[in-house]
């Protein structure tokens, strides 16, 4: 399975994902292409030491859909099966996920639905929340909202700062990323409505 993976920074979540792919641990799977839609962003420099194809899509003042087609056309030349939005922050058009219906994922670093959008550590500080984490999930038109693959759950503690917190959800954000892909593709997952079950299971979700 051919895998696309956008970015706008740092990128850690894309060195998790291909280093998993180079080790085996994603079977049958391969990063055809990282884009960018920042050509400043961190994270290219890191794809090309690893040896991936790097292409940088900035928006030049073009309307969404119109930034989205070429992005689209960069994926669908090279044959990718699988987006894996990494930091990529910008909201998809609706035309981008027609093209891949339940093809493209995301990591967010909270529990969905709680704390959606930017700045989700801070929002998370700022409720009080004593149990936050990250959600890999598919994407759908609407922000931080798609049929959940998969969570891990991080204990805030009385001394954490965004940062802090921050810094031990990224460890299972990586974790978790590599194992939402491997089930994809690998697979080993159907959507049943907004619930995302293991093949051949989940009968009872639907009654
Ligand atoms: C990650 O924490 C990711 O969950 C978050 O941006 C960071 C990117 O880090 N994404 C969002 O907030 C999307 N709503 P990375 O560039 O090192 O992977």
Do not use: W
Request: aromatic letters at 4%; charged letters at 30%.
């Amino acid at each position: 399975m051919k895998i696309g993976i956008l970015i706008s920074g740092r990128g850690s979540n894309m060195v998790a994902i291909a280093e998993a792919v180079s080790d085996g641990v994603i079977p049958g799977a391969e990063v055809a292409v990282v884009i960018s839609d920042k050509s400043k962003a961190p994270g290219l420099e890191k794809a090309r030491d690893l040896g991936l194809e790097t292409v940088i899509v900035t928006r030049k003042k073009r309307s969404r859909e119109e930034h989205d087609a070429e992005i689209i056309s960069v994926l669908k030349n090279r044959g990718v099966e699988l987006v894996c939005l990494a930091g990529y922050m910008r909201l998809l058009s609706s035309d981008f996920v027609r093209v891949f219906p339940n093809r493209i994922i995301n990591i967010h670093p909270s529990l969905l639905p709680s704390f959606k959008g930017l700045h989700a550590h801070d929002q998370a500080i700022e409720y009080g929340v004593k149990i936050s984490g990250c959600t890999v999930h598919f994407v759908d038109e609407h922000l931080d909202h798609g049929a959940i693959i998969l969570q891990k759950a991080v204990e805030v503690l009385d001394e954490d700062d965004a940062d802090s917190l921050s810094k031990r959800i990224i460890v299972q954000e990586h974790a978790a990323y590599i194992e939402a892909v491997r089930r994809v593709a690998a697979g080993e997952i159907e959507i049943k409505g907004r619930r995302v079950v293991s093949r051949g299971r989940g009968d009872a979700v639907n009654g």
